[in-house]
């Protein structure tokens, strides 16, 4: 599932791919927009915010996306074959040099620029916020705080909290706080866990490839996330793995029970 850093990425490459560029073909395959058209426009801006990404144009219109669990934006040159089947192309913005592709985004929207805040208004801070500082940060504990009972893997999730963890950085944070991820909010120190929100968001969002442990290689990118078969690379000792969360926000949580006590399912 594409996280935070996903998305900041996915939006630099796309702001030098379009930017500053007229679009010379659009094609939308999706039921919303079937009809809509953008040809001779300008791209003037690409923004994103946790997990939404925000594509502007001359005309003061922002086409919204949210990639959800398995979309992704692509750029090839003009003729160039795509690295996904067409089937799964939603959405074309091409000029004569790039051309970018939507594979798979089926949550996508064309808005007034002034109305962006419709979808991203209900979220906590940015985590990749240029301008973050010690208010983002005191308002994402505080936010934490608010749900003392909660589990702390839940509370990372919460887009309402802090914008751009996902399921990889909700299981790494909760490793590195040393805290199982079931443990309650009101037993973690959420000023930590902020910080270590904000510091792996930010030293991963231009790596293609997602680093927690500080080590860029094969089978050592990661303390327990998705390691059941490798074991805990601090310890070594068996990471067990178990569904968090109710109904579809149920999310596969790995963690060490020797690296971080505290409750965990039967």
Not at 35 to 60: C, E, I, P, Q
Not at 231 to 244: I, K
Request: charge should be positive.
């Amino acid at each position: 599932m594409p996280e935070g850093d996903t998305v900041f990425l996915t939006g630099e490459r796309l702001r030098g791919a379009l930017v500053g560029h007229t679009l010379t073909r659009t094609d939308f395959r999706h039921p919303r927009l079937a009809t809509a058209d953008l040809t001779g426009r300008d791209v003037v801006a690409v923004r994103t915010v946790g997990k939404h990404l925000f594509l502007r144009f001359s005309d003061r219109t922002s086409l919204h996306s949210h990639l959800m669990m398995d979309g992704s934006w692509r750029v090839f040159r003009p003729g160039q074959r795509w690295s996904m089947p067409s089937h799964h192309a939603r959405v074309v913005l091409a000029h004569t040099d790039a051309e970018a592709v939507g594979f798979r985004v089926h949550d996508l929207d064309l808005v007034p620029t002034e109305r962006e805040s419709r979808f991203v208004a209900h979220l906590g801070p940015d985590l990749l916020d240029p301008d973050w500082g010690p208010d983002h940060e005191s308002t994402a504990a505080a936010a934490l705080r608010s749900r003392p009972d909660l589990a702390i893997g839940e509370a990372l999730l919460d887009q309402r909290v802090m914008a751009g963890v996902g399921n990889v950085f909700k299981t790494e944070i909760c490793f590195l706080l040393g805290v199982s991820p079931w443990t309650p909010a009101s037993e973690v120190d959420v000023d930590r866990a902020v910080r270590l929100a904000h510091r792996l968001l930010t030293v991963n969002a231009r790596r293609p490839r997602r680093v927690t442990t500080g080590m860029d290689a094969p089978g050592r990118r990661s303390w327990v996330y998705e390691r059941t078969r490798q074991g805990c690379l601090r310890c070594g000792g068996a990471v067990r793995v178990a569904d968090q969360g109710e109904g579809t926000w149920a999310r596969p949580t790995w963690y060490c029970p020797r690296c971080q006590p505290g409750p965990a399912p039967a």
